[in-house]
Nanobody
């Protein structure tokens, strides 16, 4: 069993930055590939970024490339999402999720076994 808790969301002006954190607990947390998804108001959840178990491979949705950076600290069982140049359309609830390594980078939310409760990010224009 893996528990995931996100933090770092908030209200920011367009062009600003936020850093989200996802703290994982459970004795096998570092053995999972991790990802961030987001769910904008009234829309389906969408893949944002993913990272392999070791952190050696990262994956991004096209609209986030160059603006968002995913990283992980396995010693502290934490995954991060650095978000720069934020836009109003980035407003969403952001979730972290854990999947088996074989699904590393998957865009399909059904491949992820564990989810956090989410953290709200609001970008004002």
């Amino acid at each position: 069993q893996v528990q995931l808790v996100e933090s770092g969301g908030g209200l920011v002006q367009a062009g600003g930055s936020l850093r989200l954190s996802c703290a994982a607990s459970g004795r096998t947390a570092s053995s999972y590939a991790m990802a961030w998804f987001r769910q904008p108001p009234g829309k389906e959840p969408e893949f944002v970024a993913g990272i392999s178990r070791s952190g050696g491979r990262t994956y991004y949705a096209d609209s986030m490339k160059g603006r968002f950076t995913i990283s992980r600290d396995n010693a502290n069982n934490t995954v991060f999402l650095q978000m720069n140049s934020l836009k109003p359309e980035d407003t969403a609830v952001y979730y972290c999720a854990a999947a088996l390594e074989s699904y590393s980078g998957s865009y399909y939310k059904g491949h992820y076994d564990y989810w956090g409760q989410g953290t709200q990010v609001t970008v004002s224009s």
